[in-house]
């Protein structure tokens, strides 16, 4: 039914609402239905969104308002819409190019879903040029309602092109097509070190290119040789890139290690803005290293196979003179060969016979086309191949000479006469072939020349020049018989020539030897002779020589010996030779030796006999044919107690006839005795023998017994029982020698020998009465003799004591030969058991029966027989048993325990269990010895293996074959051994042993390893495609790993393991692995995975082990550097230990961010801060200290961008310019880095350098270098000195560099040229003045500067002719000039302004615009340096720009690199281009300033045209980029970097290269801390951990054992080298990817540095001399010689204590490397030694110390006031007996003695010298003069001196020459000696009558303090000169006379009269020269200076310019007080 309401409703939109419906029956009843209802809606549903290319809930993107994709058969869309009544029933999508459009889809219902996909389109691609097609999706919704909404359009869409993977090409090369570069694909390459790739085509129109890397690998898209990485990608310059990406191409290079023949292939991987990898591979190329090989396989000559033979080394010959032929072969295994060649020389390698021609695919010659060379000159043939890299072989063959003659013919030598035998030697030499050689040579024998009928010719190679026939034909050499060698030679082609033997005789039988005989060793000596002759005898009859022949002789040292003479009926004898041995024919002791011809005797002297027994001598005689015979002599014993030496063996007399000596007898009837006298080699002539007893009877006498019987016995004796006797024997040998012995005695015994038991079979203890074996019998026994006695008894029962057993078997005990039917007696010694075996019994019929005898010490004898046993009974068990029992047992305190299978052929007697812990020796035994049996027979426990059993003894358990025991206490994880024993009648058993162990416990749980790390809190696997797990550490110590159960998980988060995904269900492993690969798996990045490891040991029990969340980990991370050492900042060379090695390097978390950010300064938003100084100051230092220049604050400004400007211009008041500088005092430069600057250089109006300088010298100062730019032609070279002396300041021609710095500026300026440095500079404000230092108040007026015109480029002119620089400081407080005038307002500088001048350590940038050379504009650049103080001279290098600085921004860098040698490098990039080099830069300070400043080029100041516009140019500086600070370590190498995840661990190894750890394996050495920076992270991350902060590890690798040095191999020798040693650091990320790097590696140096020697010098007398004692007390010097042949010394400390090795005066101090130091500061004492101490130390950190002997204080001279002297005159007369003076005539010699100064150990040193006046400081007539210079003459001893004919004798020994000590002039003793020219020695010494002469002698202590002694003075005076003494205030005067003619008749006289003697007593004497007097020459040879005050006129006239003329000769020769 249907009901419609009638009437007109108000329903509410939004109501719902619903039917009732009532149904009533006929009987009244009725029913209630209501409908579900229904909404009112009458709204369309509002449409909110449409969005593209993502599902719902995602944000849309749009690229300029379009959303771009690449599918063109759908579009993938979401939408939303809206109805609060009746909701959404469907959307309807429809697709079109209009907005609104449905032309290319219709609308199509897209059902309830907010998003879906529009299929079945065919979308065109968008095209930029016509903007066309774009693509619109309208969406539609449809209510419950079924309303439909308004349409929502949704943003255009643009349909692009796919992603494209482009194409990789291996190889750099490249082509041009079509004026296109375009690569070009190589397949092989000969690097090995570097992979190159090119790849292109790579586009993403949609998201654009975002990244690329790239990998090597030995397989397509493999990664095994370079895992992926983005470095040495280089992209191509492209722009409006596809998805404005990066470029689509470009070049991939790596230094990779490649192997040969190995094809690798590039696999780029790009990565687009999505996420998207485009791969594409190359096709390969493989390394070609190797050359072709070229093979020479023929010559045309026969050699052997092998190309070796056919080599350069190897020589060849032919016949043929017609032609050459060669055949050969080219292979290349690696890539292709392009080109080969042949050619033929006389040399290898050369063509002189035939051209090198292209011999490419060709392999031989033709025949005829080559035709070799003759003469004997080698054809060889070279050949080249080219391969397809470019390698070039060489193969050269052996020589191929041409030889067409045959040998020349030797000489062959055979013996004349040979023996009749089978072989026959001969020689042969001198054959010869001057072309080839001797190829071989065929040997024949035969009965004539050329005949080989007796030898066939046999073929010996060239070498052989002997041969040795056998095997001769026709029965050998037959006696009698005569035959010819023949000797055929061939060459190498086969031609040969012949020689013939002489003929050769044959002997064949050997001499007839006679007979040998020794003689006596007693010599016969006839006294009557005066010489002693011995007495010869020889023997011609047999008998003659036996009865010379002795059987002994007392000699130790020789044997006489003599023979028949031999005989040969065919030839003479010719040689006999004896020898002597210890066997017959033997020649142990002397080899076969010579004896004369005419003597058949001989004494062979010189044996050593004295350990020998018996010696032979053999005789051998040897006829002419060559065959010898021996005859041997019956020898000769060498007798040692004949001569009264002990014996060599022992000799001894036994009482009894045993094998040993007896004590006790039992028979009293009988006494017997045995003896051994051999231990004397000489035989036994005659024995004789008694019996005594011990009271002194004689029971026997001497008996002599028969020849050679050695024992005796008397049975008619009667003894006494208890009585003791003993025997005496004497012996006489050949010699006649007689010796006695006596035994130790016997005793008479009687009691009888205790009997025991004896039982059969081999169980001790047991008794057996069957036995399987019928093969052997036995039995053991015990209580016999002293073992039944008791202890009590035991004392007095020593004769019970056994000496042996005797044992026997028989079938009847009854009767006594039976009881040995079987076996008869045999002695077993004292063992208590034996077995018979190897018998034949008689198997189950009868009984057999074991008697033991033994035997007592007193020869008391009992026998025992056994009770019987049965043979053929029992055997080995049939069946050995089996134990049941479970091999795990859970109980620990039951088990059950079962056995069967048990069975032997004899019945189970019983059975045996135990249980035992010691498996190892429980399996030892046997069963056995487990049988152990007491008395009655009853099984016992041995004690022996008792505690075997320790858990439950064995037990006899009878018959039964189950225990169960419940009283056990095992322990958990024991294992126990079951032991079961069965045991048959017949004694025989078995043994069966089963283990079991304890386990109650389950598994123990290890460890799960996924990635790297086993404890990792996150886990990571490096692949998506599939995941690798191991585990270890999980055991059962008791029952064992039985299998291992592996599955893989999704998961939803890292935190939560709980809710998973199964991905991979549990597999089963097997329990021998520990490891497995989930493979084909599809991994996600940021999708946390689990793993779950179920293990479950033998006992059933398992452990389940859940891993940590797994990540994927797709990225490497980044290496870094590392340096060796423990700082970072300084790289270590080298290290001396051998057990560790250290290193540290540097950690950024943070993969993104800059490692090393610089400072940056002078840019927009940047600050200067408080370290940025201006500079207010005048002049430049170091260029000219007066230039005319002034820097204030003012010219320096800053702009709101923050450019630096500053502004130099002219200055209108004054005649200079105005500047500005600005620098920045912490640039940090002392540690290098990159220094870069934008500048705008100033122009050339005021002639401005910009520059920029590291500055190291004063702050607040502007310093420079003055570049010589040659505006007056600075590039020539070619300067003449005199052309250019206006340079040089007219007093100073010797101007340095220095010099030329500090004056420079007045060659071209307006300032005063100095004056010398005698005058004083002083510069005013207005004028300048010269004011000479002598003449202070004069005053001249300055010379102008236009005065001085130079036309000289100076700079250059000082570079050509200035000195080495100096290398000591310059002295400032010396200068010739000082500033003067007003103080600077706010003078930045305040020092002493003298320094200006001074050259400091400086590196600095110039720039110069238009600057005018030659009358061009150019523009230069300068990089220059200098030294401090010039210890260097300047270097600059002058850069011609190619642009003008001053019209555009530029950027200039400064790299200041430092090397590990700390050599300093500048190298100066030009906007990014290289352009200047230098090395050697001076090393620069922590305190080096970086200035910026323009000053005036040469001083130039411009005139003013006007005022108020003055010339001036600006520089502009802006963004300045500084290196890091100093403590930044950034700035020392480039830290470790994480990848996708962090570094989970640092591992370090060691290699002996870079990036290996074939030294020391990696390990782990670093944990780093996990920044939080993703979701997962927050699992083990520390939150104190910054991503952000670089942190500095030092690593240890210690442990390790490192060589010094290692052996390789160079030039095929093996070397000794220094063994480099690299640390290799690897960051390893979780899972096991890897960034690793090396250090550069250390040098292990284990020897410390050698100091060799090191000494005191005493500065005030010497700085060189080793000294142990000074005489100055405010310092102390020493010296030393130390070096380091491996790490060279790096430094030395040095200190001073009053001890050896004390520092307690001064504490160690640093002296650099200098080996000369001095503390110039101390307060020392006198007479205290002071030690110095010396630590050198190496660049590995070993140190040695030395302490020196010390040095003394010695402040204090020797006293020699007590001390006198004594004047010699040694051929004249001496006069004493003026006070002061000694008069002496001798005018040719000098001398004195001396006493040494007493009780002085410090003096050490005595020096003489002699002058002509006391000394310079005193009042002489004439100046000092030496005659002899101070020379040592004694040591600490008095002594003497004196000259002798011009030597000085000092004591008795003449020591030194006159001529010898006169100083030499060194340029003319160098000439001397360069022109060959000997020294000679005048030693010419005469001194002038009246000669006053001052001897010194001076007392040294080691101080080197002296004190003069007192020495007169020695006139002298001849004999007959009048010497008068005057007294105080008198007057004398005499007369002198010629001789006494005149004084007699007193006339021809010269009168002599003095004044008042004012002073004391005096002496005067006085003389008349004669002719000779005037005519001698007056000197001393050891003088320089001595001009003698006699001279002859007739001599000298000449040496004046006016003539000497009416002077007088014969006045006195002098007067003078004394």
């Given at each position: ?16 609402y619903?039917v ?20 009112v809606?009458?709204?369309p ?5 449409v969005?593209?290319?993502v599902?719902?809930?995602e ?29 959404i ?43 066309q ?17 308004p ?5 255009p ?18 082509e ?24 292109g085509g ?11 890397e790239?990998?090597v ?12 990485t ?11 890139n ?67 033979s ?5 020589s060849h010959y ?6 050459l ?5 080219v292979t ?58 470019g ?10 000479t ?68 056998r095997?001769l ?8 018989g ?18 013939f033997?002489?003929?050769?005789a ?7 030897p006679?007979?040998v005989?020794?003689?006596?060793s007693?010599d ?21 020589c ?9 000699s130790?040292?020789?044997i ?16 006999y ?45 040897t ?14 014993f060498i007798?040692?107690?004949s ?18 000596d ?11 005795g045995?003896?051994?006298f ?27 017994v ?16 208890g ?6 024997v ?14 130790d ?15 059969d ?10 036995q ?24 007095d ?22 009881r040995t ?29 074991i ?5 007592s010490?007193s ?20 069946s ?10 859970s ?8 056995w ?8 189970v007697?019983f ?32 004690p ?11 037990t ?31 004694a025989?058993?078995?043994?069966v ?12 749980e ?11 809190s996150?886990?990571y ?6 995941l ?65 490891l ?17 990540l994927?980990?797709l ?13 970072y900042?300084?790289?270590?060379m ?7 090695m ?5 950690h950024?978390p ?37 230039q ?18 500053i502004?130099m211009?002219?200055?209108v ?24 600057v ?10 401005g ?10 702050s607040?100062?502007?310093g ?14 070619i ?8 340079c040089v ?53 300055a010379?102008?500067a ?20 100096s ?22 500088y ?7 001048g001074?050259?400091?350590t ?23 340096y ?26 200039y860098t ?15 990039l ?13 090393h ?22 006007d ?12 963004n300045?980029?500084?290196p890091?600070?100093?403590?930044n ?10 990848g ?22 990696f ?8 920044p ?5 992270d ?6 104190d ?37 690299y ?6 990320t ?35 001399e ?16 130390a070096?380091?042949l ?35 500061n101390l ?6 030694k002071?030690?110095?101490?010396l ?41 004493t ?21 007493p ?8 020096y003489?010298?002699?002058?002509t ?10 100046a ?17 001196l004196?000259?002798?004919d ?17 100083p ?18 005048t030693?010419?010494?005469k001194?002038?009558?009246?000669r ?5 002698l ?16 020695v ?16 007057e ?5 006379y010629k ?19 004012q ?27 001595f ?6 006129p ?20 002098c007067?003078?007080?004394?």
């Open positions: 039914m249907t009901w419609t309401s009638m009437e007109t409703l108000s329903l509410r939109v939004g109501g719902h619903s009732r419906v009532s149904a009533v029956n006929g009987a009244g009843l009725s029913t209630v239905h209501d409908t579900d209802g229904v909404i809606d009458p709204t549903p509002l449409m909110r969104a969005f593209v290319g599902l719902s809930g944000s849309e993107e749009r690229f300029d308002g379009y959303v771009v994709q690449t599918d063109p058969s759908g579009i993938q869309a979401a939408w939303l819409a809206t109805d609060p009544e009746s909701g029933l469907a959307y309807w999508a429809a697709v079109g190019t209009s907005p609104g459009g449905v032309d290319v889809s219709d609308y199509r219902n897209m059902g309830i879903k907010k998003d879906g996909y529009i299929n079945g389109l065919e979308l065109s691609l968008y095209d930029e040029g016509t903007n097609p774009i693509y619109y999706v309208s969406v539609k919704a449809e209510n419950g309602a079924g309303e439909m909404s349409t929502k359009v949704s943003s869409i643009k349909v692009l092109q796919g992603d494209i993977a482009g194409i990789v090409e291996d190889g750099p090369e490249t041009i097509v079509n004026s296109d570069i375009v690569s070009v694909d190589v397949d092989y390459q000969k690097e090995d070190s570097v992979v190159t790739a090119q790849f790579f586009e993403s129109q949609v998201h654009g290119i975002a990244h690329y790239w990998a690998g030995t397989q397509p898209r493999m990664d095994d040789i370079q895992p992926y983005n470095a040495g990608i280089v992209l191509s310059g492209d722009h409006d596809p998805g404005e990406g990066l470029s689509g191409s470009g070049k991939a290079q790596s230094l990779l290690p490649l192997e040969g023949s190995i094809t690798y292939f590039v696999t780029v991987r790009a990565i687009t803005g999505a996420g998207n990898v485009l791969d594409s591979t190359s096709d390969g190329f493989t390394v070609d290293v190797t050359p072709p090989v070229i093979t020479i396989d023929s010559l045309g000559v026969i050699v052997d196979n092998t190309t070796t056919l080599d350069v080394s190897s032919q016949e043929s003179v017609d032609t032929t060669a055949e050969w072969s290349e295994e690696e890539s292709l060969v392009v080109y080969s060649t042949f050619s033929y020389g006389s040399i290898p390698g050369s063509n002189d016979i035939y051209n090198t021609t292209d011999s490419t695919g060709i392999s031989s010659i033709a025949n005829g086309m080559v035709s070799p060379i003759m003469d004997g000159k080698p054809n060889i043939l070279t050949l080249r191949s080219l391969n397809k890299v390698l070039w072989t060489e193969s050269i063959s052996g020589s191929v041409v030889d067409n003659s045959p040998p020349m013919a030797g000489v062959v030598t055979c013996p004349m006469n040979s023996l009749a035998t089978n072989e026959l030697t001969c020689s042969w030499d001198k054959f010869y072939d001057g072309e080839s050689y001797i190829d071989h040579y065929q040997f024949g024998i035969g009965l004539s020349e050329g005949d080989d009928s007796v030898f066939p010719f046999m073929d010996l190679s060239a070498d052989v020049t002997n041969y040795r026939a095997g034909l026709g029965g050998g050499l037959q006696h009698q005569t035959y010819y060698a023949t000797v055929i030679a061939y060459n190498a082609v086969g031609l040969n020539s012949r020689a033997s002489a003929a050769i044959i002997d064949g039988t050997p001499p007839i006679g007979k005989v020794e003689l006596s007693m016969v000596v006839d006294a009557s002779l005066d010489e002693p002759v011995e007495d010869i005898r020889t023997c011609i009859t047999d008998e003659e036996d009865e010379l022949d002795v059987t002994c002789q007392k130790l040292t020789q006489s010996v003599t023979w028949q003479p031999f005989t040969d009926p065919e030839t003479d004898i010719v040689r030779q004896v020898a002597v041995g210890t066997s017959p024919g033997g020649v142990q002791l002397r080899d076969f030796q010579d004896v004369a011809m005419d003597t058949t005797y001989t004494v062979i002297k010189g044996l050593d006999l004295m350990s020998v027994k018996e010696a032979y001598v053999t005789v051998k005689g006829n002419g044919a060559g065959m010898s015979t021996t005859a041997v002599s019956d020898g000769v007798s040692r107690v001569q009264g030496l002990p014996a060599l063996g022992r000799n001894y007399v036994w009482d009894g006839s045993s094998t040993q007896l004590d006790y007898q039992e028979n009293s009837e009988m006494l017997s045995q003896w051994d051999s231990g004397d080699p000489c035989p036994i002539h005659t024995y004789e023998w008694s019996i005594m007893g011990f009271d002194g009877t004689v029971i026997q006498p001497m008996t002599e028969p020849l050679a019987q050695n024992f005796g016995m008397n049975d008619e004796v009667s003894l006494s029982d009585e003791s006797y003993y025997l005496v004497r012996a006489t040998n050949h010699l006649g020698y007689t010796q006695s012995l006596r035994s005695g016997i005793t008479v015994q009687k009691e009888p020998l205790l009997p025991g038991q004896v039982r079979g081999d169980v001790l203890g047991f008794d057996i009465n069957f399987p074996s019928v093969t052997m019998l036995s039995a053991n026994w015990d209580g016999f003799g002293y073992d039944a006695l008791s202890p009590g008894a035991a004392r029962g020593r004769h019970q004591i056994i000496d042996h057993y005797e044992v026997a078997a028989g079938t009847d005990r009854r009767f006594p030969m039976k039917d079987v076996h008869p007696f045999i002695d077993v010694g004292r063992n208590k058991s034996h077995t018979f075996t190897d018998l034949q019994l008689q198997p189950r019929s009868l009984t057999y029966y008697t033991v005898r033994a035997f010490v020869t008391a004898m009992t026998e025992v027989t056994s009770n019987g046993l049965k043979v053929g009974y029992g055997g080995k068990a049939v050995l048993g089996m134990v049941t029992v479970s091999r795990f047992v109980s620990l305190s039951e088990m059950t325990v079962s069967a299978d048990f069975e032997f052929t004899m019945p007697m059975y045996q269990w135990g249980l035992g812990t010691d498996e190892n020796s429980l399996s030892m035994l046997t069963c056995n010895q487990l049988q152990n049996f007491n008395s009655k027979g009853e099984v016992v426990n041995d022996e293996f008792t505690h075997l059993f320790d858990m439950h003894e064995l006899n358990v009878g018959m039964d074959t189950l225990v169960t025991p419940s009283d056990l206490n095992l322990e958990q994880g024991q294992s126990y051994t079951v032991v079961v024993i069965a045991t048959d009648e017949a025989q058993c078995s043994l042993t089963a283990p079991i162990t304890v386990d109650t416990t389950p598994p123990e290890g460890t799960l390893q996924i990635g790297a790390f086993w404890n990792a996150i886990m696997a490096s692949k998506p495609e599939e690798e797990v191991s585990w270890f550490g999980y055991m059962d110590d008791v029952s064992g790993i039985a299998y291992y159960e592996l599955a893989l998980f999704e998961g939803v988060s890292c935190q939560d393991s709980t809710q998973v995904n199964v991905i991979q269900d549990f597999i089963q492993i097997s329990a021998n692995l520990s490891d497995y690969v989930f493979l084909d798996q599809n991994l996600q990045v940021d999708v946390a995975y689990y793993v779950h179920r293990v479950s040991n033998n006992a059933g029990l398992s452990v389940t082990t859940v891993s940590p969340p797994v994927v980990d990225v490497d991370p980044v290496s870094g550097t590392v340096k060796d050492g423990r700082d900042q300084t790289d270590r080298y290290q001396s230990t051998t057990t560790s250290e290193g540290v390097f540097l950024l943070d993969p993104d961010i800059d490692p090393c950010p610089s400072r940056e300064f002078l840019s927009s938003g940047t600050s200067v801060g408080t370290d940025w100084l201006t500079v207010v100051d005048t002049g430049i230092w170091s260029v000219n200290p007066n005319r220049i002034l820097f204030t604050k003012d010219k320096v400004s800053h702009s709101s961008d923050g450019v630096l400007g502004t211009i002219r200055d008041n004054e005649e200079r310019v105005n500047s500005g500088a600005y620098y920045y005092t912490k640039p940090d430069v002392h540690i290098g880095g990159n220094y870069q934008d500048i705008l250089a100033a122009d050339s109006m005021v002639h350098v910009t520059s920029m300088v590291f500055w190291d010298g004063p607040g100062v502007v420079d270098f003055n570049a010589p730019l040659g505006e007056m032609s600075w590039e020539d070279k300067i003449e000195t005199h052309e250019c002396a206006c300041r007219p007093d100073d021609v010797s101007m340095t560099t220095e010099s030329y710095d500090e004056f420079s500026s007045y060659n071209d300026s307006s300032t005063e040229m100095p004056s010398n440095s005698s005058s004083t500079l002083v510069l005013s404000n207005n004028s300048s003045t010269v004011v000479p230092s002598n003449s202070p108040n004069t005053t001249e007026t010379t102008s236009t005065d001085i015109v130079c036309e000289c480029n100076c700079t250059a002119y000082f570079m050509e002719t200035t000195k080495a620089p290398t000591t400081p310059m002295d400032v407080t010396d200068q010739s000039w000082k500033v003067i005038g007003d103080e600077l307002p706010g003078k930045t305040t020092g002493d302004e003298s320094k200006k001074y050259a400091y400086a590196l600095g940038l110039q720039l110069h615009s238009g600057v005018v050379i030659n009358g061009e504009r150019k523009h230069y650049g300068v990089l220059w200098r030294h401090n103080n010039d210890t260097s001279p300047p270097s600059y290098e002058i850069i011609e720009l190619t642009f003008d600085p001053s019209q555009a921004w530029h950027t400064v790299q200041i690199s430092i090397d590990a040698q700390d050599d300093w490098t500048a190298e100066l030009i906007d990014g281009v290289p352009v200047s080099v230098m090395a050697d830069i001076p620069l300070s922590e305190n080096t300033k970086l200035m910026m400043t323009v000053w005036n080029r040469q001083d130039y100041v411009p005139d003013i045209t005022i108020f516009n003055p010339p001036y140019s600006k520089a502009s500086f802006r300045l980029k500084l890091p600070t100093a403590d370590l950034c700035r020392f190498g480039l830290p470790f970097r994480s996708d995840n962090n570094v989970e661990a640092f591992f370090a190894g060691i290699g002996s290269s870079r990036l290996l750890d074939d030294v020391v394996p390990r782990q050495v670093v944990t780093p801390c996990i939080c920076v993703k979701s997962c927050m699992i083990n991350c520390d939150r951990c910054s991503s952000t902060h670089t942190t500095q590890y030092h690593v240890i690798v210690d442990n390790i054992d490192l060589t010094p040095e290692v052996t390789v191999e160079q030039d095929g020798v093996n070397q000794t080298v220094p063994a480099t040693y640390l290799t650091i690897k960051a390893i979780g899972s096991g990817r890897a960034g690793i790097a090396s250090s550069d590696g250390v040098l292990v140096d284990t020897t410390p540095p050698i100091i060799v020697e090191i000494f005191h010098v005493d500065i005030d007398w010497s700085d060189t080793p000294t142990e004692y000074q005489r100055i007390n405010t310092s102390i010097a020493v010296r030393w010689d070096y380091d491996g790490s060279q010394v790096k430094e030395f400390f040095w200190a001073i204590g009053t001890s050896p090795g004390g520092d307690d005066t001064q504490e160690f101090i640093s002296n650099g490397m200098e080996m000369f130091a001095i503390n110039n307060e020392l004492e006198d007479g205290v002071y030690y110095a101490t630590r050198a130390i190496n660049n590995a950190g070993l140190e040695t110390s030395m302490s020196t002997t010390g040095v003394a204080v010695v402040l204090e001279a020797p006293d020699a006031s007590n001390s006198n002297t004594t004047s010699l005159c040694l051929h004249g007369n001496l006069r007996d003026v006070p002061g003076v000694d008069i002496c005539s001798d005018q040719n010699t000098i001398g004195m003695t001396w006493e040494a100064i009780d002085d150990h410090l003096v050490d040193q005595y003489y010298s002699l002058t006046s006391v000394s310079s400081d005193e009042e002489s007539v004439f000092t003069q030496t005659l002899i210079p101070k020379v040592q003459v004694s040591y600490n001893t008095s002594g003497s004196h000259l002798e011009g030597i000085l004798v000092i004591g008795e020994t003449p020591s030194a020459n006159l001529s010898a000590m006169r030499r002039d060194e340029e003319e003793e160098r000439q001397r000696l360069e022109n060959g020219e000997e020294d000679v020695y030693n010419k010494f001194m002038e009558p009246g006053l002469l001052f001897g010194h001076e007392a040294c202590n080691k101080g080197h303090r002296c004190s003069e002694y007192k020495v007169n003075k006139a002298v005076i001849r004999e007959g000169d009048e010497i008068v003494t005057l007294a105080k205030d008198s004398t005067s005499f007369k002198l001789n006494d003619e005149d004084k007699n008749e007193d006339k021809s006289f010269v009168s002599v009269a003095t004044n008042t003697v002073s004391g007593e005096s002496m005067l004497a006085a003389g008349l020269l004669t002719e000779d007097d005037m005519s001698q020459e007056y000197t001393s040879d050891a003088s320089v200076d001009k003698p005050f006699i001279a002859n007739a001599n000298t006239m000449h040496s004046t310019s006016r003539p000497l003329k009416h002077r007088e000769i014969g006045r006195a020769s007067r003078e007080r004394v």
